[in-house]
C-alpha cells in the first residue's frame, strides 16, 4: 500500500508527527535524512561541511530512490527534498505526499538551529527559505496540513488521512472534509452495546474498530484499492462521495440506485456493495416524532443528493403530494421527475402548471403528485401553507454555509406541521428556533444520524437491533 510521505520547512514537525502517526497506525517510519546519516556515517552537517550541498541533493535522491520501494510506511523527508523534482517524483509513485504547513513564525520560536545547516545563520533565514519552497511544497502536494495548533490537534489531522491510505480491518467513514464527524462515536457505542470491539489489543477489538479516513476529491479509486487491500468490513460515505462512490462498486442494492447515492458500503469476500440508509435513518427519526411520510403532505427544500433521497422515500411511502424547492427551478424539476419515473405508484405526470402558478391549490389536489419548484419566497409560503411535514436539505443553517434570508414562510405552515432540519449540532438552526418560538414541532438532524448509524451497523452485524431502545441511548447523550 502507499507510503505517506511527508513534507515541509525545517521543524514543522515531520518528524515528531510522523514517528507518532506510524505508531498509532502500526506503520513503519523511515525519516530520510537518519537514513542519509547513517549510510554516510556522519550527520547532516558533516557532510555538508566535508563535502557540500551538492553532494548532499545527490545521496538525498539516492535516498528518495531507496525510500520510494518500500510499502505502507510513514517516511519523514527533509526540508530541501522539493528542491528537485525527481525526488517528489520518485516519492509519488507510491506515496501520498502531504506538506506539512506551518508558520515560518512559529518555527522560530521554537527551532533548534544545531544540526541544521541551512539553518546555521539563526532562524531568521527560515523566512528566505519558506518564500522559496512554500509553492514547491504545494505543487507537489496531494494534501495540505496546517499545523497551526498543537501537537495533538495536529496529530489528529494526521490521522484522518493516514487512516484514509491506510483502512485497517475495522469499519470507518469517508468524507473531505471529515475533522467534524460524529459517527466514529455513534457506531463504537452502538458495538459496544452489543458487545463488540471491547478488549482491546484482541482481534476482536481490531475487527470491531470505527475511524474517521479523510478521502480527497479524486482520491476513490486510491481508496478502495486501499480497503480491499487492507481487509476493511465496511465503511459510510458523507459528502462529497456519495455518488462518486457508485463509480467504484460492484453492486449497488435498488434503494440506493434509485436514490442515486451510497452513505454505506459492505465488503464481503472481495466485493463492494452500496446500500443508502440515510433516507430509512430520516423515516425512523420523523416516525419517532409522531409523524408518518404515508399520506402526508411532503415539502423538501433543495435539490442535492439528500433532497433527492429524501423525495423518493417520501413518495415511494406513499406521500400525498411532495414538493421540492431549488433556488434554480430547472435543477427541481428535473428532481421531481425523475422521483416521478422511479417511485412506485406515483403518478408519470404531475397535471400541474410548473411555471409562476405552481403551488396554486386548485392544480394540487390529485394523491401523489411530485412537483420541483422554483424556491422564491411566495412559492416557499404557497407551500409550507399546504405542507404536514417540511425537510431541509439545503446546508443553510450549517456553520460558514449562510442561512435563509427569511424564515417569514414557517409562518404559514399548519400548526401541526412538524419542520425537520437535516443539518445537527449542539445548537438548533434558526430555522428550528423560528419553528419553536410559533409552535411547530422541529426536529434536527441527530435523529437522523442515528437512525441512519443504525441501519448501517445491521448491514455490518447482519442482523436486525432493537433500534428504538440504542437511539434513545445514544441521542440522549449526544443532547446533554
Not at 403532505?297 to 415511494?316: P, S
Not at 401523489?368 to 425537510?391: K, N, Q, Y
Amino acid at each position: 500500500m502507499r507510503n505517506i510521505v511527508l513534507t515541509g520547512l525545517p521543524g514543522s514537525g515531520k518528524t515528531t508527527l510522523g514517528l507518532a502517526a506510524a505508531e498509532l497506525a502500526g506503520l513503519d517510519f523511515r525519516d530520510m535524512d537518519a537514513e542519509i546519516e547513517r549510510a554516510a556515517g556522519m550527520s547532516v552537517s558533516e557532510i555538508f561541511a566535508a563535502w557540500g550541498e551538492a553532494r548532499f541533493r545527490e545521496m538525498e535522491t539516492e535516498e528518495a530512490r531507496r525510500a520510494a520501494e518500500a510499502t505502507g510506511a510513514v517516511i519523514s523527508t527533509g526540508g530541501g527534498v522539493v528542491l528537485r523534482e525527481d525526488n517528489m517524483r520518485l516519492l509519488a509513485k507510491n506515496g501520498f505526499i502531504i506538506f506539512i504547513d506551518r508558520d515560518p513564525t512559529a518555527i522560530a520560536g521554537d527551532v533548534e538551529c544545531a544540526g541544521r545547516p541551512l539553518l546555521a545563520e539563526g532562524a531568521a533565514r527560515l523566512f528566505g527559505i519558506s518564500k522559496e519552497r512554500r509553492p514547491l511544497y504545494l505543487k507537489s502536494a496531494h494534501a495540505a496540513l496546517a499545523n497551526d495548533g498543537g501537537f495533538q490537534e495536529a496529530l489528529g489531522k494526521l490521522m484522518l488521512l493516514v487512516n484514509g491510505e491506510h483502512p485497517g480491518k475495522g469499519f470507518g467513514v469517508i468524507g473531505d472534509p471529515i475533522g467534524h464527524t460524529r459517527s466514529p462515536e455513534i457506531h463504537k457505542a452502538v458495538f459496544a452495546a452489543h458487545g463488540l470491539g471491547l478488549a482491546e489489543g484482541s482481534g476482536d477489538a481490531a475487527a470491531w474498530d470505527y475511524k474517521a479516513m479523510h478521502v480527497k476529491r479524486g482520491g476513490l479509486g486510491a481508496f478502495v484499492r486501499a480497503a480491499r487491500e487492507s481487509g476493511l468490513r465496511g465503511f459510510n460515505v458523507t459528502i462529497p462521495h456519495k455518488q462518486d462512490i457508485m463509480d467504484f462498486l460492484d453492486d449497488i442494492d435498488e434503494e440506493a440506485r434509485l436514490c442515486g447515492a451510497v452513505n454505506t458500503v459492505v465488503i464481503k469476500e472481495g466485493r463492494l456493495t452500496g446500500h443508502n440508509t440515510d433516507m430509512g435513518g430520516l423515516q425512523e427519526a420523523i416516525r419517532d416524532a409522531g409523524f408518518d411520510y404515508g399520506g402526508s403532505r411532503v415539502t423538501v427544500l433543495g435539490t442535492g443528493g439528500a433532497a433527492a433521497g429524501v423525495a423518493y422515500k417520501a413518495a415511494a411511502c406513499g406521500a400525498a403530494r411532495v414538493r421540492a424547492l431549488g433556488r434554480r427551478k430547472e435543477r427541481a424539476e428535473a428532481l421531481a421527475a425523475n422521483v416521478r419515473r422511479v417511485a412506485p405508484g406515483i403518478a408519470e405526470e404531475a397535471g400541474a402548471d410548473m411555471g409562476t402558478g405552481a403551488g396554486k391549490r386548485g392544480g394540487l389536489a390529485r394523491r401523489g403528485e411530485v412537483l420541483g419548484l422554483e424556491m422564491s419566497p411566495d412559492a416557499l409560503a404557497e407551500a409550507a401553507a399546504d405542507t404536514d411535514i417540511l425537510v431541509n436539505a439545503t446546508p443553510l443553517g450549517m456553520e460558514g454555509a449562510g442561512d435563509f434570508e427569511s424564515l417569514g414562510f414557517l409562518e404559514a405552515l399548519p400548526r401541526g406541521a412538524l419542520v425537520c432540519d437535516l443539518v445537527y449540532g449542539r445548537s438548533k438552526t434558526a430555522l428550528l428556533k423560528k419553528a419553536e418560538e410559533i409552535g411547530i414541532k422541529g426536529i434536527n438532524g441527530l435523529g437522523m444520524l442515528v437512525y441512519q448509524a443504525l441501519l448501517a451497523d445491521e448491514l455490518y452485524m447482519g442482523r436486525t437491533l432493537d433500534r428504538r431502545r440504542v437511539a434513545a441511548t445514544i441521542i440522549g447523550r449526544f443532547s446533554r
